[in-house]
């Protein structure tokens, strides 16, 4: 038994909460997860996890030896980067997520720079706006805008997306320039629904001018869970829509929206990089997010009252 590839499996079963999970993420099959945790727990004669049909449960001195295993892990990675200039030149795959409009606009166009200075980092990107289960299938990070609702994530704020209201000229010809937000509730108006996936639901806006706050909900014809998707609705004249400026810029000048309300004021979206807050934050990881940080400041910098709140916890504090 390698005794490092066997504290990998076992980490990776109380990450993933199954056996099958841990042996897609680590590349294995589930025979080979299962001996190396057998082995594990008869070399250390202690029973490290509890099996049942549905899932799988860490014991007591599971938990225990889990949080050991974590540093064991660290280290190793901490001295495999130390070596031959590895720290100076981060490598391995990085598996990260994020939403398809900020990859096809801002993060893939930039990547060649990225690997000219860091041609050893291998990214699997996976581009949607689902929601990740960040540990159970063994992502490095998440970018995500909007208030993060999972407890159990450390996070870095690394941008604000600017929102504004926009619609097609053709739609407009057809249903008329809206001159306040409650014509978008209560007139013949169309919006292009957008719902989280997170939660099923279409988000309301909330618009501010002189005291007055209108939260604008709308009613649609197509609602979308994805970005691009929700650009092309517009753009097709399906409806208004709320876009950070980033996407809806290159529109503006070809013609292809023309901005609403523009007296009426939006919150920022805030923008997250998202990681497991038990995970060694490895050198490959972390200069990604720095590069990510660096693009935002381009293009959705942190808006100045914010920006000394860079690194958050969701974890509730200790009672």
């Not at 590839?5 to 079963?13: G, I, K, L």
Request: charged residues 20%.
């Amino acid at each position: 038994m390698d005794r490092f590839d066997a504290m990998q499996a076992f980490a990776r079963v109380v990450e993933a909460g199954s056996f099958t999970k841990a042996a897609q993420t680590l590349h294995m099959s589930k025979t080979s997860v299962t001996q190396l945790v057998q082995q594990l727990e008869a070399r250390l004669r202690v029973r490290l996890l509890n099996r049942t049909t549905r899932k799988v449960n860490v014991t007591a001195d599971g938990a225990a030896y889990y949080e050991r295993v974590l540093h064991v892990l660290a280290d190793v990675d901490d001295a495999e980067t130390s070596l031959s200039g590895a720290s100076a030149v981060p490598r391995g795959r990085l598996r990260v997520d994020v939403p398809s409009p900020l990859a096809t606009m801002i993060l893939i166009p930039a990547l060649p720079d990225f690997h000219e200075k860091y041609p050893d980092i291998q990214i699997d990107m996976g581009v949607s706006d689902r929601m990740v289960d960040i540990i159970g299938e063994n992502v490095d990070c998440v970018v995500r805008g909007g208030e993060l609702t999972d407890q159990s994530l450390m996070a870095r704020h690394v941008g604000d997306l600017q929102l504004r209201v926009y619609a097609a000229p053709g739609y407009l010809r057809r249903f008329g320039t809206p001159l306040h937000p409650q014509e978008l509730e209560d007139s013949e108006h169309r919006v292009v629904g957008f719902y989280w996936a997170r939660t099923g639901k279409a988000f309301p806006y909330a618009m501010y001018k002189d005291g007055e706050t209108i939260k604008v909900q709308g009613r649609y014809t197509l609602a979308v869970d994805d970005g691009n998707a929700y650009a092309a609705a517009g753009l097709a004249g399906m409806g208004v829509l709320w876009l950070p400026d980033y996407m809806a810029r290159a529109h503006v000048i070809r013609g292809g929206l023309v901005p609403l309300l523009q007296d009426w004021r939006l919150d920022p979206m805030p923008l997250y990089v998202a990681f497991p807050p038990h995970r060694h934050v490895s050198a490959k990881l972390r200069v990604f997010i720095d590069w990510v940080v660096e693009l935002m400041a381009q293009h959705a910098p942190v808006a100045a009252s914010l920006a000394g709140a860079q690194f958050i916890s969701n974890r509730p504090p200790a009672q």
